[in-house]
């Protein structure tokens, strides 16, 4: 079975940093791209940003250029989010998805096949 196991959520004060992880098991992991999306109480789902294992192309959203760094582990089957410059704004649970391709449409990442469960990242003001 496909799993995804997101961790590494927690509050921070703005300006702040943390990292998130996402661990996958159950598929050939260097035939995938992992994304991260977010959702914030009473808004739709962001695509924040994406990575291929294949070739390591990304994708982020303009809301997180310039702060947030993904990257892969092949050898762990891990990606990671590294958020920096926290805003209150990026309060959220995030969830990483997996999904052949990062699916770019109309410069926003849709479209996932598999999900995993959600980590709360609360960024205080």
């Known amino acids: 079975d496909v799993q995804l196991q997101a961790f590494g959520g927690g509050l921070v004060q703005a300006g702040g940093s943390l990292r998130l992880s996402c661990a996958a098991s159950?598929?050939?992991?260097?035939?995938?791209?992992i994304g991260w999306f977010r959702q914030a109480p009473g808004k739709e789902r962001e695509g924040v940003s994406c990575?291929?294992?294949?070739?390591?192309?990304?994708y982020y959203a303009d809301s997180v250029k310039g702060r947030f760094t993904i990257s892969s582990d092949n050898s762990k089957n891990t990606v990671y989010l590294q958020m920096n410059s926290l805003k209150p704004e990026d309060t959220a649970v995030y969830y990483c998805a997996a999904h052949r391709f990062c699916l770019i449409i109309h410069e926003n990442l849709v479209g996932m096949d598999h999900w995993g469960e959600g980590t709360l990242v609360t960024v205080s003001s």
């Open positions: 159950g598929f050939t992991f260097d035939d995938y791209a």
């Open positions: 990575i291929s294992s294949k070739d390591g192309t990304t």
